[in-house]
């Protein structure tokens, strides 16, 4: 059996997600659906989920990216806890 990881998120993540949420109300729903996954396989291991673990970002920073549709959510992992440092809503004229 998968060990479970604990999430928590840092005073910089909670006050985002509620500026983002009053103009996107889907925010709530796409940020449920990630906390599973960070519980079970924040490292990606399987290779099935939108996660990407970015360059050149020093721990403390958000080292690890998931998407969720259009948001993303920035986190560090640190032995077995979670924590969830940002979340962003990606431009929808990015590509």
């Known amino acids: 059996m998968a060990t479970e ?3 928590r998120t840092t005073s910089h993540f909670d006050r985002v997600p509620k500026k983002l ?8 729903n796409q940020y449920a659906s ?9 490292h990606n ?18 080292q690890y990216r ?3 549709r259009r948001f ?7 032995g077995q806890t979670v924590f969830l440092k ?8 990015t590509y």
């Open 45 to 62: 291991r399987t290779g099935r989920h939108p996660i990407k673990k970015l360059e050149g970002v020093p721990p403390g920073e958000g």
């Open 72 to 78: 993303r959510f920035r986190y560090d992992i640190e």
């Open 66 to 68: 998931i998407r969720a």
């Open 5 to 7: 990881f604990e999430t």
């Open 21 to 28: 949420a009053k103009q996107h109300p889907q925010l709530a």
């Open 34 to 42: 990630i906390i599973p996954i960070l519980q079970a396989d924040p």
């Open 86 to 93: 940002a979340c962003s809503l990606r431009r929808e004229d």
